[in-house]
Nanobody, 119 residues
Framework: QVQLVESGGGLVQAGGSLRLSCAAS????????MGWYRQAPGKQRELVAT???????NYADSVKGRFTISRDNAKNTVYLQMNSLKPDDTAVYYC?????????????WGQGTQVTVSS
């Protein structure tokens, strides 16, 4: 079992910044990917950014150059620094922990944190 605790969401004006954090606890697997996804009202959940346990990152085109994902493996924590926020970034942001156990990939999800960007 893996528990994910998210923090850092809130209300910010367009052009502002927020930093999300997600701490994982429980059974930690050495090969894993931590990341952030978001879901806006009436839309499907979409990938924002991911970072592997080896440090490789991946970003959605819509956030490249504005968002930075990082992780502290010692703390099993992933961060999402969000700069130059736009109203279109408004969504519930979910932390995800994907791990390899044997030959199977599985995942856990956080409860979500609301990010609201006002124009």
């Amino acid at each position: 079992q893996v528990q994910l605790v998210e923090s850092g969401g809130g209300l910010v004006q367009a052009g502002g910044s927020l930093r999300l954090s997600c701490a994982a606890s429980g059974t930690i697997f050495s090969i894993n990917v931590m990341g952030w996804y978001r879901q806006a009202p009436g839309k499907q959940r979409e990938l924002v950014a991911t970072v592997t346990s080896g440090g490789d990152t991946n970003y959605a085109d819509s956030v490249k150059g504005r968002f930075t994902i990082s992780r502290d493996n010692a703390k099993n924590t992933v961060y999402l620094q969000m700069n130059s926020l736009k109203p279109d970034d408004t969504a519930v942001y979910y932390c995800a922990y994907t791990y390899l156990a044997g030959v199977r990939w599985s995942d856990y999800w956080g409860q979500g944190t609301q990010v609201t960007v006002s124009s």
